[in-house]
Each structure stands twice: as C-alpha cells, then as structure tokens.
C-alpha cells in the first residue's frame, strides 16, 4: 500500500487526505497541533498522525499543505533531520511556484512544484471535505531536472482526485497565470472596498451602506478576503502581480480617460468587448 | 380602485404591475411592441394593454419604466401630448435621478422621482417576476418642489411592494452612493476583464483562462454584464463616477506602492481594514 505523508492538515491537507484514504492509500499526517491530529484521526482524514515529522521516514509521497511561508523550511526540516529514500517525492500545495520550486529543487531533486486549485471560505481541519478537487484544476509545474517518473506518479494522484490536471508550464507560468485571475482580483477588489469609504459625507455614505447589492458583493468578495492570503500573494507572487496591476492601471485609466471625454462610442465597445471576451475565462 | 400606468414592460415595469394589479389596483400597460402588450396581458402583470400613451390618460400614478434615455422624452410626450389630471403623479424607475428629476420637475411639478434596487440578469417582459420587491432598496428623491402627498402616496406603494424605503436623500446624494456600490463596481470590474485579456504570452493567456474560478468570475461578473447599461451610468452619472473613479485610482495607487516597496506591514493592516469594513456594505 503506498504511503502518503500529509504535513498541514488545515483544508487542504485534510481534504486531500480524507480522498487518498478513501482510495486505498496509507496516510501519515503531520500538524503541530496535537489537537488537529486527534480530529484528523476521528475525521478518517489519515491513518496515523503526529506533531513530528519523523512519522514520514517511510512514506513514498509527501504533500507540504502548509501556509506557503512555511513550505521552504519544511522541505528544509524534511530533507535534513529525516533519512528520506532519495525516491520519495516531494511536493506541495502553494498557490505561488517559481520561488517554491526553485528552493526546494535544490533541497531535493524529486520535488514537484504542485497547486490543487479548489477552496472554500472556510479554514481548518474542519473544513475538510470530500471531493473538493473534483473538476477541480490541479497544476503540475516541472521543470528541467524534475524527473519524469515522479511526475507520472502524482499525475495518478491528481487522476484519483477527479481533479483536472495542467501539467505543461513552467512555475513562472503557473505565477503570471495566477496572478491574471486570483491575485490581481484580491488587489482590484479590496482597492474598491477602501475607495468606497473615503466618501466623507455622511449621508452618502450612509445610503451606499444600505443600497449597496450584488453587484458590490460580488465584485467586493475577494477584496474583503483573508488579509494573510492577500498577503502572501503579493509577497510571494510580487514581480507577477506587478506586471497584471501595471497593465490594470492602464485599463482603469482608459476608462476614465473615455468617460472623462465622454467618448461614449468607444466606452460602449470596450463594455461590448468585455462582456463576449470575459466569457473565455467563465464558461 | 387606483388605476396605474406603466410605460415601458420590460423586467421591472411587468413585475410592478404582477405585484400591483395582484394587490388590487388596477393597471395600464404601454409597450411599443404590440407583442408584449399581448404577453403582459397573458402574464396578468396588466389590466390593459396598449402601443399608445393615450391609454394612460385617466391614470392617478405613471410609472416610467423605460430605459433610462427614454425617461425625459417620455414624460415630455406623456405632459405635451395627453390631458393629465394635474394631480397624477408621474414617478420613474431610473437608476440615476440628478438630471431626470431636474428636467421632470420642470415638466411636470407632480414628478417624484424613484429607484426600486431590484433586477436579475435577465431583461424582458418574460424576466417579470411576482415578488422581485421584497426587501430591495426602494429610494424616492424629494426636491423643494415635490408635493408632501405624492410621495405619500408612493410610500404606500413601496410599502405594497415588500420594498425597504430610502426617501430621506436628494437625488444628488442619491446620484454619488449609486456611482459608489453600482457604477464604480462595473467599471473596476470591466477594467480587470480588459487587463487580463493583454497578457500576449499565448501559454500563459490560455492557462490563465482555464484557471480561472469564482474569485475571478465574481469580480468580473459586473464587468462582464449588459454594456448599454454601463454606458447609461456613465453618461448620466459622468460626475459623480468620476468622483468615485478618482478615488479607486488613488486607492490602487497606494495598493501598487505597497507592494512595489514590499511595505508588507502596511499591506496586511490594509487588508484587515478592507477585509473589516466590506461588513458595513454587506451584512
């Protein structure tokens, strides 16, 4: 039976967890916290678990599902105080790449940069669900020393996940990709919650409050997000996330610039273009 | 029994007269197409149906349902071309009030000028839906010169309709919260949409696509939504858009700094403020 070590059994680590055991799979879990293991081990998320990360020495594949600022010292502690077959895979869960993949590629030539892209608002080993990756995309990032046969492996994961596999870019990418459609969302979004209470008449601000509907739900959610997640986008992803919000500017300010003219045509097609090409990314 | 006119059968005009003529009153339809005269009255949101004005001649409350740059030329028509009882109230329900109420009140001193926040993504007679009131904004603009009785009168429809009244804002005041939670929306949202269309890497374009989820789809929503009516606010909203377009951008800008100088701190405690406040929006 193949082992699989999980470190972080938060949502990610648990739900992935709760579907490889399901499937068959040994799971060996690791949190700091003696509590989370203890539920983990109720919730059938693994089939041992512990605070220390020897529990792993015999695993075949570890997942780091840890917040992403904590994946590189893991690989670190991993790959220094355990006697790891030189086999054993190692990959992770973080939402950034090229700076994870280039780290722990050197720590250990058989890691594979991984990002299981499903979620929920809720955090937590009790947030852990079953078929959360399905139809899900799930992205693979090789690059030139990643050894095919390992990426093969974790390409059977994903396959026992239902998840949909994306396995043919490079973590820089992976990054630029994301920080278009999940990072530079966060930053548009929260931008519009803080112009929104800079109106300094009280009445107005008042009455926003009380109207304010679905369309400022929708467009306001991500912005009013976890502020650590945002954080550690623009932390890790900061060059990428440059260059969307660079170019987002300069869309904001054609906007104005048509609006400030009243160049009503051509704000027309630019709300026409923006309402048949946004289909390409929502379908 | 009060008779109400309507003009203009599309999504809100039919479901105030489901809602209406439901409690009772008795109502006027007017649509330029004969064909949805024929549905409104199957639909039973009418009474009565008809292509032209005339029909509304005995009516005690006109509803100007029409898009929004149809709303002065129709109450132009309705004051020049039938023998109005001065005491029927003309009312609309246009998204914008500033320059409707100012140009209707002229026309007509009896005008009130009013908003129902309710909608759907659909548009159409068809889209008419009983209920489609309940618990939305429901915002009436006085002026100087609007008579006390009138809006009486309509509270009492508001009422009718399950609607939360806001009638204590001018329409200029009315005019800047909208340009916040409405109109500033779409155009961050529409801004985001164009931007992630310009990443020209064809790798990268296409994985962002494929990537893209709900953070993505909700900010995007409104951007993505009927362009005729992005249009509409920005024409007759110019001022109070810009106002509000001016802030996002000084709002974004201090966004962009942050990141640029890794200011991580501040970013994190921006954050938490946009993540603390969205509650004021959205309960």
């Known amino acids: 039976m193949t082992k699989i ?20 799979l040994e799971i060996f879990g690791v949190s700091r916290n003696p509590k989370t293991c203890e539920i983990a081990m109720e ?22 599902c840890t917040p992403i600022d904590k994946i590189i010292p893991t690989v670190e502690r991993l790959t220094l105080e ?39 608002a809720e955090q937590g080993i ?41 396995d043919q870019c490079s973590p820089i990418e992976h990054d630029q990709a994301v920080a278009w459609i999940s ?14 209470i800079h109106e300094s008449d009280s009445n107005i601000q008042e009455l926003a409050q009380k109207l304010a509907s679905s369309g400022f739900r929708d467009t306001s959610r991500v912005g009013g997000g976890n502020p650590e997640l945002g954080l550690m986008m ?16 300069q869309s904001l300010e054609q906007v104005i610039d048509l609006i400030e003219n009243e160049n009503w045509e051509r704000l027309e097609e630019f709300l026409e273009k923006t309402q048949q090409l946004r289909g390409r990314f929502c379908s």
Chains 1, 2 share one sequence.
């Open 82 to 120: 355990l006697n790891l077959n030189p086999e054993t895979i190692i990959t992770d869960v973080g939402s950034v790449k090229a700076p994870i993949v280039e780290r722990c590629s050197q720590l250990w030539p058989n890691f594979v940069g991984g990002h299981p892209m499903a979620g929920t």
């Open 126 to 166: 009790y947030a852990a669900q079953k078929n959360l990756f399905v139809n899900r995309p799930y992205v693979l990032t090789s690059v030139e020393t990643t050894p095919e046969k390992s990426v093969e492996k974790l390409r059977e994961i994903v396959q026992k996940l239902g998840a949909l596999l994306y």
């Open 43 to 64: 919730l059938e998320a693994v089939n041992h678990a512990d605070v220390s990360l020897e529990i792993l020495s015999q695993t075949e594949i570890i997942f780091i």
């Open 5 to 24: 070590g999980i470190v972080g059994l938060g949502l990610i680590g648990g739900s992935l967890g709760l579907d490889l055991r399901a499937s068959g």
């Open 234 to 249: 623009a932390h890790y992803n900061r060059e990428a996330l440059l260059v969307s919000l660079s170019q987002y500017r």
């Open 183 to 196: 990072h530079l969302p966060v930053m548009v979004s929260a931008s519009l919650i803080d112009a929104c």
